[in-house]
T-cell receptor
Framework: NAGVTQTPKFRILKIGQSMTLQCAQD?????MYWYRQDPGMGLKLIYY???????DKGEVPNGYNVSRSTTEDFPLRLELAAPSQTSVYFC????????????FGDGTRLSIL | GNSVTQMEGPVTLSEEAFLTINCTYT??????LFWYVQYPGEGLQLLLK?????DKGSNKGFEATYRKETTSFHLEKGSVQVSDSAVYFC???????????FGTGTRLLVSP
């Protein structure tokens, strides 16, 4: 089982560049999430989706956009990269009930210079 | 609002020592509680969970009991191994949309 697959694993961007972080899951989960992990800060929710065509902001959405055209895919878009967006990004998926776990990808390490 | 507080790390132990990582939470209602583990270079994996008061979650020798009276969910293991070296995250969910709230993580280092 592939689970949650994120690409790329590493990327270096220049300030002002744009890029899309890809996330795909093969578990037919309705719920998908994007988090960022900064050192010593735990994980912060950026955006989430409860199904195809439905997205909503999390705790730290500024500077990011998402779309959900299919159940499987949930890309995260950085339009104008800033040094503050240097972080490790994790995608996750779940069935959505509070008592069910989220399944995480291996992350994308992004540096903006 | 909802929040999770974990003990500061790193926690450094010798192999076969007893482990406790403290976790307390603030939440309305009856949250579900989770411990996730992150090994170097990997994403988070569910370690164990508890969904109601007095439930005990357990996996791979790790245990945690949901204590509503003390709003705690402390992680314990009787005898740690070098392979347990990782970062451990306590988390809760009670929004109905399964939006996890994470603690800041505790790094565990186990030496032979």
């Amino acid at each position: 089982n592939a689970g949650v697959t994120q690409t790329p694993k590493f990327r270096i961007l220049k300030i002002g560049q744009s890029m899309t972080l890809q996330c795909a899951q093969d578990m037919n989960h309705n719920y998908m999430y994007w988090y960022r992990q900064d050192p010593g800060m735990g994980l912060k929710l950026i955006y989430y989706s409860v199904g195809a065509g439905i997205t909503d902001k999390g705790e730290v959405p500024n500077g990011y956009n998402v779309s959900r055209s299919t159940t499987e895919d949930f890309p995260l878009r950085l339009e104008l990269a800033a040094p503050s967006q240097t972080s490790v990004y994790f995608c996750a998926s779940s069935w959505g009930q509070d008592n069910q776990p989220q399944h995480f990808g291996d992350g994308t390490r992004l540096s903006i210079l | 609002g909802n929040s999770v507080t974990q003990m500061e790390g790193p926690v450094t132990l010798s192999e076969e020592a007893f482990l406790t990582i403290n976790c307390t939470y603030t939440a309305t209602g009856y949250p579900s509680l989770f411990w996730y583990v992150q090994y170097p270079g990997e994403g988070l994996q569910l370690l164990l969970k508890a969904t109601k008061a007095d439930d005990k979650g357990s996996n791979k020798g790790f245990e945690a009991t949901y204590r509503k009276e003390t709003t705690s969910f402390h992680l314990e293991k009787g005898s740690v191994q070098v392979s347990d070296s990782a970062v451990y995250f306590c988390a809760l969910s009670n929004t109905g949309f399964q939006k996890l709230v994470f603690g800041t993580g505790t790094r565990l280092l186990v030496s032979p």
